[in-house]
């Protein structure tokens, strides 16, 4: 086979069809962008998973004058009431598992409240008596916070004991629903990309027919004919794949690097250095798309 020869019959191909080749990059640059944003963000996901689960606590909220739950019967905790809790979480049976704790008075939830929703009607409507006194307790392994449940759930004085990683699982069900959206939508678009270069490869073959025809009369094989419409599919799908790249890139920098992390500056956001292990898939994913969806078209078009 002549590389010569197959090289100029794929770049008169690429001449001939410009609009269509431009919907193929289009389609592919599209596709691919959902398909490695749905990567992105389920990277986000394990990142953000990895860091905040590290840091979420266990709260010990005891009883206020109002509450009526748990062991509260509208009354204070005592002083000996919040020392037995504190005795409890210094006991030689919890102190494996607890990395520090520290106790908060109703004056500091007060304060830390104010400061947590500044600006906003609802501090005129709460006083610091409202608010519980609470043990934030970090484990050292997050995952077993079912030890302070058993250990101080139960004791006088103690209204309620609530893991805030219960908090964030479902910040992280809907990022997860988000991600395999994405993932659908990816997955619809690269359908539509396989169908549209196989349509753009025929529509090729069928305005070359005459040059088809004749090659295969002096006994052309059916794979010197192919080569070159497969190689027009990948080269517009791989242009396609660069840009996806591009706005992947894009996307990383400007939108996460840019907007969320100075909205956000106490979360850990994902790089550029993870973004680029996404693009080696992406380039293979659209070359492979093409050259599958180009093989397939032409090689139905020749049994025709």
């Known amino acids: 086979m002549s590389l010569n020869f197959v090289l100029i019959e794929a770049w008169n191909g690429l001449r001939r ?17 959902f398909v490695g944003s749905a990567v992105l963000l389920q990277l986000q996901v394990q990142s953000m ?22 062991q509260c019967d509208q009354a204070e905790a005592s002083a000996e009431q919040i020392a037995a809790v504190e005795a409890q979480l210094n006991s030689a049976t919890l102190t494996p598992y607890i990395d520090k704790f520290y106790f908060e008075t109703h004056d500091d ?20 008596d ?24 139960g004791m006088s004085g103690v209204e309620s004991v609530v893991d805030q990683r219960s908090y964030l699982e479902g910040i992280f069900s809907m990022l997860n629903a988000a991600s395999l959206t994405a993932v659908g939508i990816a ?18 073959a069928f305005s070359r027919r005459r040059e088809l025809a004749i090659m295969r009369l002096v006994g052309a094989s059916n794979w010197f004919i192919q080569t070159p419409f497969i190689l027009e599919g990948v080269v517009a799908a791989t242009v396609g794949s660069l840009l996806a790249c591009g706005a992947i890139a894009g996307i990383v920098v400007f939108f996460v690097g840019g907007f969320l992390q100075s909205s956000l500056p106490t979360t850990s956001f994902i790089q550029l250095s993870d ?14 798309l093409a050259a ?6 032409i090689s139905r078009y020749l049994r025709v």
């Open 275 to 288: 973004s680029l292990i996404v693009f080696p898939v992406l380039l293979g994913l659209g070359a492979l």
């Open 130 to 153: 409202l608010l519980p006194q609470t043990f934030w307790v970090n484990l050292k392994d997050p995952t077993q916070s079912a030890i302070i449940f058993e250990a101080v759930g």
């Open 17 to 33: 069809n410009v609009s269509m080749v431009v919907s193929v990059v289009l389609v592919t640059l599209v596709s691919l962008t």
């Open 292 to 297: 599958t969806s180009a093989y397939v078209a």
């Open 109 to 128: 939830a007060y304060a830390n409240f104010v400061e947590q929703f500044k600006g906003s009607g609802v501090v005129d409507l709460v006083t610091p």
């Open 187 to 204: 997955a619809l678009m690269l359908v539509a990309a396989a169908l549209l270069i196989a349509t753009t490869i025929r529509l090729s």
């Open 49 to 70: 998973k990895s860091f905040w689960y590290d840091k979420a606590q266990v709260a010990v909220y005891l009883c206020t004058e109002y509450s009526a739950l748990g």
